[in-house]
């Protein structure tokens, strides 16, 4: 440790991309669990959060962190109306392996798996990169809107717009997409620039046995 950042020497860094759980490592000292104030507490939104050390990490700011995380479930979880959610997590998934954000392309990966059960499809994407072919042209056409964003959102225009709707979605399903994909091109960068992440100690356990 040299001040307050941490070099993990001997961390288990996933090799590849994966819709297998990983863990997340800080570079920086989370708050302790049991040091978090009401007020970092109340930022959490969800209570099991104060497990994690990254929404501990991002708790010295809990205004930040609030408004973060109220945005981020209303983007993905509030499917009153727009895109299903298999193609916010899609978005995610498309931004995430794009920008090289290992862990959180494992999460919304298996989401999209979860949410659709075409797990084989998701993971093409993983292992080929955004310029696979996903299975259809909404998936194909979500999966480019995201990375052009991810590269350059000014360039994010007309042609994407129109891929889109030729593809079968509407106004408000393309901000679905908009959003879920902007989101993550800036948690990607966020998460990226705080730690990284590492293979768990009980998939460590497995797959040396498995071998």
Request: charged share 25%; net charge negative.
């Amino acid at each position: 440790m040299t001040g307050l950042v941490t070099d993990y020497d001997d961390l288990a860094r996933p090799d590849a991309f994966t819709q297998e759980g990983l863990g997340w490592v800080p570079w920086l000292e989370p708050v302790a669990e049991e040091d978090l104030t009401e007020q970092q507490r109340d930022a959490l939104i969800e209570p099991a959060r104060a497990k994690m050390p990254y929404f501990r990490l991002l708790a010295r700011d809990p205004e930040a962190l609030r408004a973060r995380t109220l945005t981020d479930l209303d983007i993905f979880f509030n499917v009153s109306g727009g895109v299903g959610r298999a193609e916010r997590e899609l978005a995610a998934a498309a931004t995430s392996r794009r920008n090289g954000c290992v862990f959180c392309a494992s999460v919304h990966a298996a989401a999209a798996t979860r949410e659709s059960g075409r797990r084989d499809d998701v993971q093409r994407l993983l292992d080929e990169g955004t310029g696979a072919d996903v299975g259809d042209e909404t998936w194909n056409a979500v999966v480019a809107a995201s990375v052009t964003l991810a590269d350059t959102p000014l360039a994010f225009g007309a042609a994407d717009v129109d891929r889109l709707v030729a593809a079968g979605l509407d106004a408000a399903e393309i901000v679905d997409v908009v959003n879920g994909a902007a989101f993550f091109n800036w948690a990607n960068r966020l998460m990226l620039s705080l730690g990284e992440p590492e293979v768990p100690a009980r998939r460590r356990t497995t797959e040396g046995a498995d071998a």
